[in-house]
């Protein structure tokens, strides 16, 4: 039996093809020296590694270093994709990117078209606050992407005001929706394996209605842009800035909880995200995210609920653990053991992006721009 905090992992030492297959889903391919190394250590190990090592240097300072906060590039996207493909090309901590990239895809943001100036710092910024995370709390991951100017912008919440009975204004919905869409618990009630809760017709329950988006939406008001100049993009790189005077200071209720009228706005605000993060979906909701990103597209429901419950209590008492679900994703049984030649689906198609990092790394590639 594994015990409380770790799913159940396959023992044994690992032939070449299994060293590879593990790298192929915890990093972006193997050479011969990291297949050398994860047998000699094996993958947890491999992980543990990984792990403690420290991120290499941020995309912001990168574009600070090279000259992108000329006034030149302040409104345009230029450096952004140069500092991406050097940290997921060069950096020695693969797994940091890969999961990085994969939590990209799950909270997910859009630079070109974002109506804002500096967009290279504010992807920077987003991308350095991925990779801090990556190993850390969900929670924290969750309090700081709501926060960060790229989600601000991107989905709204930079300058969402308070109702106004004499113009008929209300608060903006966006991320009081997608937040809860495609950061927590997803459209329908989940079981701890990720299949849907139905009621007595069959019919699958939903996390959420209407009512729950406009209590949420106030939560989400009196936010903006950190930004005293706008001719500096050292805004780019803070989290968001409270302004009472936006905030809606009525009653908020949502998801069962109710925030009383008065509730200071930052303070609602984390009450808000404590609610979403203890919602019971979130783990089955990200950990099938987590899985399919790394390992495979279809997972079964009994891997679902080993990293769930992992994610439930990581073996210490802490939720959302984000290092231990991952380690609970690429050791599963269902990731180490050798596909069955009779299986009808196993592992997933690797997406573009990783296929490029791939022959990238295995040739080592190099750009004397980033």
């Known amino acids: 039996a594994s015990s409380p905090g770790r799913a159940a992992q396959a023992p044994g030492a690992l032939s070449p093809f299994q060293a590879s297959r593990f790298l192929a889903q915890a990093a972006f391919g193997a050479t011969p020296e990291l297949i050398a190394r994860v047998q000699a250590i094996g993958p947890a190990r491999w992980i543990d590694e990984q792990m403690a090592m420290p991120p290499t240097q941020g995309h912001v300072a990168w574009l600070?270093?090279?000259?992108?906060?000329?006034?030149?590039?302040?409104?345009?996207?230029?450096?952004?994709?140069?500092?991406?493909?050097?940290?997921?090309?060069?950096?020695?901590?693969?797994?940091?990117?890969?999961?990085?990239?994969?939590?990209?895809?799950?909270?997910?943001?859009?630079?070109?078209?974002?109506?804002?100036?500096?967009?290279?710092?504010?992807?920077?910024?987003?991308?350095?606050?991925?990779?801090?995370?990556?190993?850390?709390?969900?929670?924290?991951?969750?309090?700081?992407?709501?926060?960060?100017?790229?989600?601000?912008?991107?989905?709204n919440m930079r300058g969402n005001r308070k109702a106004d009975p004499a113009t008929g204004r209300m608060p903006d919905e966006n991320y009081a929706r997608e937040v809860l869409q495609l950061f927590s618990i997803g459209l329908h009630e989940l079981h701890e394996d990720g299949t849907l809760r139905t009621n007595w017709r069959g019919r699958p329950l939903e996390t959420y209605d209407q009512d729950t988006i406009t209590g949420l939406a106030r939560v989400f008001t009196g936010w903006n842009l950190d930004r005293f100049?706008?001719?500096?993009?050292?805004?780019?790189?803070?989290?968001?800035?409270?302004?009472?005077?936006?905030?809606?200071?009525?009653?908020?209720?949502?998801?069962?909880?109710?925030?009383?009228?008065?509730?200071?706005?930052?303070?609602?605000l984390e009450q808000a995200l404590d609610a979403i993060a203890a919602h019971p979906n979130v783990g089955p909701f990200i950990s099938r995210q987590l899985i399919q990103r790394l390992v495979t597209s279809n997972p079964s429901p009994a891997y679902v609920k080993r990293v769930a419950?992992?994610?439930?209590?990581?073996?210490?008492?802490?939720?959302?653990?984000?290092?231990?679900?991952?380690?609970?994703?690429?050791l599963d049984v269902q990731a180490r053991r050798d596909p069955a030649p009779d299986e009808e689906s196993a592992g997933r198609l690797r997406e573009p992006i990783e296929r490029f990092v791939q022959w990238a790394r295995t040739f080592g590639a190099t750009s004397n721009n980033g």
């Not at 450096?79 to 693969?94: C, F, H, Q, V, Y």
């Not at 967009?119 to 924290?140: I, N, Q, S, T």
């Not at 800035?241 to 909880?257: D, I, M, S, T, V």
């Not at 992992?310 to 231990?324: E, T, Y």
């Open 64 to 155: 600070h270093e090279n000259d992108y906060a000329h006034e030149r590039f302040r409104n345009t996207v230029q450096g952004t994709e140069n500092t991406l493909w050097r940290k997921l090309i060069d950096s020695p901590d693969a797994l940091r990117q890969r999961v990085a990239l994969a939590l990209s895809e799950i909270f997910v943001i859009a630079i070109p078209g974002l109506p804002v100036a500096w967009r290279p710092f504010v992807a920077a910024h987003y991308m350095d606050l991925l990779e801090a995370h990556a190993f850390g709390r969900y929670r924290e991951l969750l309090g700081a992407v709501t926060l960060s100017p790229a989600m601000g912008v991107y989905l």
């Open 229 to 268: 100049d706008r001719n500096q993009q050292d805004w780019a790189c803070r989290p968001m800035a409270f302004n009472r005077a936006q905030h809606e200071p009525g009653e908020k209720r949502f998801l069962g909880h109710t925030i009383p009228a008065g509730t200071p706005g930052p303070q609602a």
């Open 309 to 330: 419950r992992v994610f439930a209590d990581n073996g210490h008492g802490v939720r959302g653990d984000l290092a231990a679900v991952v380690r609970a994703v690429l």
